[in-house]
Nanobody, 122 residues
Framework: QVHLVESGGGLVQAGGSLRLSCAASGPTFYRMGWFRQALGKEREFVASIRWSAGNTDYADSVNGRFTISRDNAKNTVYLQMNSLKPEDTDVYYC?????????????????WGQGTQVTVSS
């Protein structure tokens, strides 16, 4: 059975940092990613990482500010978020996929966590 459990969200001032964690259980995934979604909006790609090789992919809006990484021993993926802006306020979701097709499309990910709220105050 697959479980993705996010943690690390919270309230932070603009310019601050947060680190999100996603602990995974289940099969070996091909790629894991982070998405975010505001109420009434579509889920938006943030970053992804290929589990075995460590290749990363970032949305333009977070490139240079956010870093995705993984710890193979702990089966955990992280999202280090620096220089946070109020527009980064969203619910952040961890996702995982078993196949190599795609990186940024949420409908290609088979498994999802429950989400964690990130709020950046101005």
């Amino acid at each position: 059975q697959v479980h993705l459990v996010e943690s690390g969200g919270g309230l932070v001032q603009a310019g601050g940092s947060l680190r999100l964690s996603c602990a995974a259980s289940g099969p070996t995934f091909y790629r894991m990613g982070w998405f975010r979604q505001a109420l009434g909006k579509e889920r938006e790609f943030v970053a992804s990482i290929r589990w075995s090789a460590g290749n990363t992919d970032y949305a333009d809006s977070v490139n240079g500010r956010f870093t995705i990484s993984r710890d193979n021993a702990k089966n955990t993926v992280y999202l280090q978020m620096n220089s946070l802006k109020p527009e980064d306020t969203d619910v952040y979701y961890c996702a995982a996929k078993l196949d190599p097709l795609g990186s940024r499309q949420p409908n290609l990910y088979q498994y999802w966590g429950q989400g964690t709220q990130v709020t950046v105050s101005s």
